[in-house]
C-alpha cells in the first residue's frame, strides 16, 4: 500500500534557498508548503499543523528561539532547524530544548533531505499502521495520517505527540508497556517527567472518548504503565 506523504512546511527568509529546498522535497514526492516570516508561520499554525518544520533561525519579525517556543505551544511538531546563524551555544539550546536535529548553512540539499527523512521516520513514518483506518470498535476509530480519532461525538485533531503516544500503545494492544519505554520512545530520555506523560495520557483519553475514572481503551497498570485495550479485532479501513 502507497504511504501518503508527509507535510513538510518550510519557513525561511530567503526566497532562494526555500524554493531550492522545496524543489528538492517535492521530487521525493513531499507534500510542501512555505513562508518568508515567522508571524505568518504562526498564523498557519493556527490553522493546520504539517508533520514537521524546517525553520531558519534568522526570519524576520522574530528572534529564532522565541518563534521555536511559540510554535512548541501551538503543537508537538518536529522542528529541524536550517539556518546560517554561527553561535554554538544557540545550537545547543535549539537541540536541548525544541529542534530534532540542526543543520548549518551552507547545506547540501539531498542532505537536509535525507536528514529530514530520519527525523520522519523517527516522529510519524515508522510508527503509521499498515493502513489508512484503525477501526477500534464501533465507537471510535483512529486516523493517524490525519491524526484524527472519531467517537460518535466527533472528530477530534490528535497533536504529533499524541499520535505517537496512542500509536505506540495501539501497535503494542494488549501489552503492557513501561512508563520508561514510553518516555524513551517519545521523549528520548526514559527519566523525563512521569508527570509530562500523565498530562498526554489524559489529552488522548479525552479525545477517543475515553472516561478517564472508568477507561474503555487506555488503561493504566498501576506501578507499571500503560496499556491499551481492544475488545474487538482490528478492521483496516478501505
Partial sequence: MHTPAATVMVADGDA????LLRDHLEREEFHVREVGDGLRLLAYLQRDMPHLLVVDLQLPAM????????IKQLGDVPIVVLTALEDEEVKLKALDLY???YIQKP?????????IRRVLRRTWLSCLPSGPTFYVDEGL???FYRREARTPDGVSRLTPMESRLLQLLVRNSGQVLPSELILERL???PHS????????????????GDD??????LLNEPGLGYRFSMVLPVAVGQ
Fill in 212 to 217: 478517564a475514572a472508568r477507561p474503555r481503551y
Fill in 63 to 70: 528572534d529564532g528561539m522565541e518563534l521555536c517556543r511559540r
Fill in 107 to 115: 547545506a547540501k540539499y539531498p542532505e537536509v533531505v535525507a536528514r
Fill in 99 to 101: 529542534a530534532e536535529d
Fill in 187 to 189: 521523549w528520548g530520555d
Fill in 193 to 208: 517527567s512521569p508527570a509530562c506523560l500523565w498530562e498526554y495520557v489524559r489529552r488522548v483519553r479525552h479525545k477517543i
Fill in 141 to 143: 476509530s483512529l486516523d
Fill in 16 to 19: 532562494r534557498d526555500r524554493h
